[in-house]
């Protein structure tokens, strides 16, 4: 059974940074994504991790500020956030894919989803 579990969000100044961890189990692949959701909006496509293990796309909103890697020898995504600004708070969420992705920020490009770690950054 694929479990992913997310740890390493809080609460952070504006302009700060934060490491979130996503580590997998009974899962066999690369094909990971990074979602967030903010209250009252629909949960939106951050970062993706590509078929090789390399970080293959970013939301506009976050490009240059945001990095995904993939340690495979751990299976633990992890997403380094930096220079956080208040639009960034919402709930963090990680998944994996078991099939082929036509887009890799979508939602129903995966099928495996975490439970979330919250990140909230203050002004």
């Known amino acids: 059974q694929v479990q992913l579990v997310e740890s390493g969000g809080g609460s952070v100044q504006a302009g700060g940074s934060l490491r979130l961890s996503c580590a997998a189990s009974?899962?066999?692949?690369?094909?990971y994504g990074w979602f967030r959701q903010a209250p009252g909006k629909e949960r939106e496509g951050v970062a993706a991790?590509?078929?090789?293990?390399?970080?293959?796309a970013y939301a506009d909103s976050v490009k240059g500020r945001f990095t995904a890697s993939l340690d495979n020898s751990k299976n633990t995504l992890y997403l380094q956030m930096n220079s956080l600004k208040p639009e960034d708070t919402a709930m963090y969420y990680c998944?994996?894919?078991?099939?082929?992705?036509?887009?890799?920020?979508?939602?129903?490009?995966?099928?495996?989803w975490g439970q979330g770690t919250q990140v909230t950054v203050s002004s």
């Open positions: 998944a994996a894919a078991t099939r082929p992705r036509s887009s890799y920020l979508r939602e129903n490009a995966y099928n495996y």
């Open positions: 009974g899962y066999i692949g690369n094909k």
């Open positions: 991790v590509g078929d090789g293990g390399v970080a293959t």
